[in-house]
């Protein structure tokens, strides 16, 4: 399994939702654009062909950047280190 950090740009609405809707299968979102990822070379392939079957290369643009773990353990988080999505479906007790 490798790590990354996927971060993305993608210009239509439409195009952003379902690149969203990929990325969360794959993993953690942790800002609005941005994603941990943990997937073995198969699951990259695969997500990636699928992300290419929703972007417009010259429009929109997606990147994958590796982090080793000693990157990994070496992370600082300031404030919310996780995403909360403010549509996302709760649960009131």
Do not use: W
Request: with cysteine; hydrophobic share 40%; proline share 4%.
């Amino acid at each position: 399994m490798k790590h990354y950090l996927a971060v993305y740009d993608i210009a239509d609405p439409k195009r952003l939702n379902r690149v969203a809707k990929i990325m969360k299968d794959y993993g953690v979102r942790v800002q609005k654009s941005k994603f941990e990822v943990d997937v073995s070379r198969a699951g990259f392939q695969e997500m990636s062909e699928r992300i290419l079957a929703v972007i417009e290369p010259a429009e929109d643009g997606v990147k994958f950047i590796p982090l080793c773990l000693s990157c990994r353990s070496k992370t600082e988080i300031l404030g919310r280190g996780r995403f909360v999505d403010p549509d996302g479906e709760f649960l009131v007790l």
